[in-house]
């Protein structure tokens, strides 16, 4: 059966590493006998914006509905279109009316990457963090009352749905069943925040029940955040509100090294409609057109979403090619930001090359 993948660069650097994403995902097809059908498109860049006057065609939905999964670059070039103006018209659609209800990401520290903390090595770091994507503290509901006086007060709503909350705590459960260590930490921070977080904490509770084989404990955010950094090697699954989920998700990758390498996907799980998975990096204006950027986060992130789309044998392999090249350390491969000279081709290719013969 062939599965059907949109490909949207983007802007900046997104238009560099697809390349190397797609090649990467061509090789692993090749080896495992995929059929995968990519079709690209230019829509969703700061370029089509400019030339349309939108970010996205007004039948996007019904385009995009057609396919299997959404393979992403990145998205702004703040000098020609306001950052929030790109983002809310092409990806926070996405995940709203695709109802991306997880966004995943692995923090795992690989070979040859010297983590911002000391003495970590490979091995040390390897756990997901699962953010919930759709509600929680990012409500728009609230506003400012007797504004401009000296009595001004401004309220914003956190809406937890219970429906919205199990639905993410379900697909982290599954996951940490999936994982040798079966371990999953709830964020939370039911000492301060009153209402919705000793809700969550009971709602993770009631999860917890279908889940004997999950070993579950629960840290507030704050000591979360500090045991990130201290104790990086005693998490596996860590699910997390919107808001919470947000800092983990930058904090966790921050501590494997560099930002090129790290993935993401925003999933939605019943494959109702596609899931998109992007690398955690932005267009990158300033090494942007240099042939550098380093495409280790965007063929990661095709991996995860060959393991989405059903076949994680060769998501496997393709990280165990990007392992297997970060370990050789060859100078001549490795880009800039890994103490390399070599190129953002170089290195997709040697990836792509490596996939194609560990067959
Ligand atoms: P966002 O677009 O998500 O708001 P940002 O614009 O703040 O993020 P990035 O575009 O990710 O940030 O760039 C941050 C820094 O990291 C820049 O100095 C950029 O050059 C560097 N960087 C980002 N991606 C890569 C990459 N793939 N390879 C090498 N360096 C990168
Ligand atoms: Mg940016």
């Known amino acids: 059966m062939t599965q059907r993948i949109a490909v949207i660069p983007g802007d900046g650097i997104g238009t560099e590493v697809m390349p190397e994403g797609r090649r990467a995902l061509e090789a692993a097809a090749r080896r495992f006998g995929l059929d995968l059908a990519f079709e690209a498109f230019d829509f969703a860049s700061c370029d089509y914006y400019l030339e349309h006057g939108k970010m ?11 396919f299997d999964a959404l393979f992403y670059g990145a998205i702004g070039w703040p000098d020609k279109v306001p950052d929030h103006v790109s983002l809310w018209g ?20 690989l070979p040859g990457i010297e983590s911002p903390l000391a003495g970590r090595r490979p091995g040390d770091i390897d756990f997901y963090v699962v953010r919930e994507n759709t509600e929680g503290e990012y409500s728009s509901v609230g506003g400012v009352m007797f504004e401009g006086t000296e009595r001004e007060v401004v309220i ?13 705590l379900k697909y982290a459960f599954d996951l940490a069943a999936t994982r040798p260590r079966r371990k999953l930490t709830s964020a939370t ?8 977080m000793p809700w969550w904490d009971q709602r993770v509770a009631a999860m917890a029940e279908h889940y004997p ?3 579950v404990d629960q840290f507030h955010i704050d000591i979360l955040t500090a045991n990130f950094v201290m104790h990086p090697d005693w998490f596996d699954v ?3 509100s919107n808001l919470f989920g947000d800092i983990l998700s930058d ?3 921050a501590c494997t090294g560099t930002i090129g390498v790290a993935p993401s996907a925003n999933i939605n799980p019943e494959g109702r409609f596609p899931s998109l998975f992007e690398p955690v990096h932005g267009s990158a204006p300033d090494i942007a057109g240099k042939g550098i950027a380093n495409p280790i986060g965007q063929i990661w992130s095709g991996a995860m979403m060959l393991e989405h789309l059903g076949h994680p044998e060769a998501g496997a392999a393709i990280l165990a090619a990007i392992e297997a090249v970060l370990a050789e350390a060859d100078p001549t491969v490795l880009t800039p930001d890994l103490k390399g000279r070599g190129t953002t081709e170089r290195l997709g290719r040697a990836i792509a090359e490596r996939i194609g013969s560990d067959g």
Do not use: H
């Not at 092409?90 to 520290?109: G, M, T």
């Not at 914003?156 to 993410?168: A, I, L, S, Y």
């Open 56 to 66: 996205l065609p007004d039948d996007w939905k019904e385009t995009l509905l057609e």
């Open 251 to 253: 904090l966790g990758p």
């Open 189 to 196: 921070k039911s000492n301060g925040i009153a209402i919705t």
């Open 238 to 240: 860590v699910v997390a």
């Open 213 to 215: 084989d999950v070993d």
């Open 156 to 168: 914003q709503e956190t809406v937890m749905t219970r429906t919205g909350v199990d639905r993410v």
């Open 90 to 109: 092409s990806l926070l659609k996405f995940r709203r009316e695709f109802d991306q209800y997880v966004n995943l990401r692995p923090c795992r520290l």
